[in-house]
């Protein structure tokens, strides 16, 4: 995600605690350590934020230490502050710690009125139980396995839906939506 003029705070507050609604957490003085032990292929439930303005030697050793220990790869999200990761790359690369861009992310906010024509050939349901299917019909065939204990955790949360688009009974696309209170922003993801 490139920080830009129409980014503000909510936004990327809303992007970095969104892990909190499916994974374990652990606040320190310096950031949040995510962790999920029965899902730790999946990087979102499985990373560290930092919002220290310095990273220290101390707090790279915990964090390694910390996701060592319970035999997860440690890992840190940017923070989403200009120029973050190159201040801190010498400190990153001391300790072991490699940069790398998975996605360039973008995000679209809707300024306009919704100009979609529903087509009456998909049914779009909100579930409000797992329905195993989206398992092979949608998240296996997408190489997203990772997902499935993420997705479950998440249903449990009063804040997150999940809807799901069935053509002739079968699931064919999904989406989830999460929303955060404390920023009073919505997470579409999916």
Partial sequence: MKTTDYM?????????????????HEERDWGILFFNENNKSSHDSNHCVIFASN????????????????QITPRIYHPF??????????????????IEVNHDDQYMILTDE?????????NI???NSWDERIVHDILIPNQSEYEIELL???MENKYFKLFVGYKNHQPV?????????????????H
């Fill in 8 to 24: 503000n705070d909510d936004l990327i507050k809303t992007e970095l605690l969104f892990p909190k609604f499916f994974s374990n």
């Fill in 55 to 70: 990273i220290t030697d101390l707090m790279l050793e915990e964090i390694k230490a910390f996701y060592q220990e319970k």
């Fill in 81 to 98: 502050i200009n120029g973050y990761l190159h201040k801190n790359k010498n400190i990153l690369i001391k300790h072991g710690f490699k």
């Fill in 114 to 122: 919704n100009q979609i024509d529903s087509s009456n050939q998909i």
């Fill in 125 to 127: 349901k909100c579930l």
């Fill in 152 to 154: 479950m955790n998440a």
């Fill in 173 to 189: 696309t999904m989406a989830s939506l999460l929303y955060y209170s404390e920023t009073n922003c919505v997470r579409l993801d």
